[in-house]
């Protein structure tokens, strides 16, 4: 029988970890899920394709998750459209039940590995003042894109 599964080590492991998985989890209150467009002012998103190859745009949300702006062949453009909250300053999409999905971060990259050569586009943060629309040409830069 091998040593980890003699009964004596069992119990060892059963007494040192037992609390560890009786633990009880913190209650939390779930946060409210906050909808629609009242008090947000609309950003306008372009990323204009200066490159000889495809781009494609994404937008990086919480917990790991990033959702597809778009993808644009040379000459053309990623077109969408962003949310900005006034009074915390956040910038937000808006899914088809117009929930408030706050940017972590915004970018753009070659369409075939957009993530490896991805160009990180600035978002204003600022709480009170509206940014102004968001306009940049994206170009090929070494292994990268380039976006300003």
């Not at 899920?33 to 190859?53: H, M, S, Y």
Request: net charge neutral; proline share 10%; with cysteine.
């Amino acid at each position: 029988m091998p040593d980890l599964l003699r009964p004596s080590c069992l119990r060892l492991a059963a007494f040192c970890l037992g609390p560890l998985l009786a633990w009880p989890a913190a209650a939390e209150e779930p946060l409210p899920i906050v909808r629609g467009t009242q008090g947000l002012i609309e950003v306008p998103f372009t990323a204009d394709n200066k490159g000889p190859g495809g781009i494609a745009c994404s937008a990086a949300l919480a917990h790991w998750y990033s959702l597809d702006l778009g993808q644009a062949s040379p000459g053309a453009s990623v077109r969408g459209t962003l949310w900005y909250d006034p009074k915390d300053g956040s910038m937000l999409l808006l899914n088809a039940l117009k929930d408030h999905m706050p940017i972590q971060a915004l970018w753009c990259g070659i369409a075939a590995r957009a993530w490896t050569t991805r160009a990180e586009i600035a978002l204003a943060r600022k709480t009170g003042t509206a940014p102004p629309p968001i306009h940049v040409a994206c170009r090929p830069e070494g292994e990268g894109l380039s976006c300003r």
